[in-house]
């Protein structure tokens, strides 16, 4: 079992930055593949990004390649989403959750946190 709490989520200017971080327990966090999710307001949820156990392998949703970026510290038990050039699209809930394997599908994923909201003003 695994345990999800993110953090970072706030209110940035368009153009600004963010860092989410997604912290995890159990001492098998290695081997879950991460990937965030995000939703915004009367939208289905979407994946945004998804990193394997081992760090090495990483997937983007394709409108945000190059401005987003994901990284995990496995001695920490925590992945890490760096948002960059922020746009008011990005508004939404982001959520962090658990895969036995990399996936881009929420209903793949087994464990989740209970989001942390992120919003751009323009």
């Known amino acids: 079992q695994v345990q999800l709490v993110e953090s970072g989520g706030g209110l940035v200017q368009a153009g600004g930055s963010l860092r989410l971080s997604c912290a995890a327990s159990?001492?098998?966090?290695?081997?879950?593949?991460i990937g965030w999710f995000r939703q915004a307001p009367g939208k289905e949820r979407e994946f945004v990004s998804a990193i394997s156990g081992s760090g090495f392998g990483t997937s983007y949703a394709d409108s945000l390649k190059g401005r987003f970026a994901i990284s995990r510290d496995n001695a920490k038990n925590t992945v890490y989403l760096q948002m960059n050039s922020l746009k008011s699209e990005d508004t939404a809930v982001y959520y962090c959750?658990?895969?036995?394997?990399?996936?881009?599908?929420?209903?793949?994923?087994?464990?989740w946190g209970q989001g942390t909201r992120v919003t751009v003003s323009s």
């Open positions: 959750a658990a895969a036995p394997r990399l996936l881009w599908t929420a209903d793949s994923y087994n464990y």
């Open positions: 159990g001492r098998t966090f290695s081997t879950y593949a």
